[in-house]
């Protein structure tokens, strides 16, 4: 069974810089693609980034381009996101998630990631 674990949250200024980290256990980790995607209160999930199992690709919402990068270390088993010049639009949970299949391109469905992360919480005041 797959346990992924998020932390690094927390609450930042305008402007400031978070890392959030995602471990993971339960299955060979440089199988998988790994994403992060985001919930804020009264929306939808959403999208962040994804990375390829050997963090070869790497793929970007449109409103974080630039801003945010998806990054693995596979001899940790763990995900990082580093988020730069963050916006108080960026408020949200997030979560980490690993691909259903092994070396699998993430760019479909968030439903083609089957184990999820509990969240951690990024606030980012104005």
């Known amino acids: 069974q797959v346990q992924l674990g998020e932390s690094g949250g927390g609450l930042v200024q305008a402007g400031g810089s978070l890392r959030l980290s995602c471990v993971a256990s339960?299955?060979?980790?440089?199988?998988?693609?790994m994403g992060w995607f985001r919930q804020a209160p009264g929306k939808e999930r959403e999208f962040v980034a994804t990375?390829?199992?050997?963090?070869?690709?790497?793929y970007y919402a449109d409103s974080v381009k630039g801003r945010f990068t998806i990054s693995r270390d596979n001899a940790k088993n763990t995900v990082y996101l580093q988020m730069n010049s963050l916006k108080p639009e960026d408020t949200a949970l997030y979560t980490c998630?690993?691909?259903?299949?092994?070396?699998?391109?993430?760019?479909?469905?968030?439903?083609?990631?089957?184990?999820w992360g509990q969240g951690t919480q990024v606030t980012v005041s104005s």
């Open positions: 998630a690993q691909h259903r299949n092994p070396f699998a391109i993430p760019q479909g469905p968030q439903a083609d990631f089957g184990s």
């Open positions: 339960g299955r060979t980790f440089s199988r998988y693609s």
């Open positions: 990375i390829t199992w050997g963090g070869g690709n790497t």
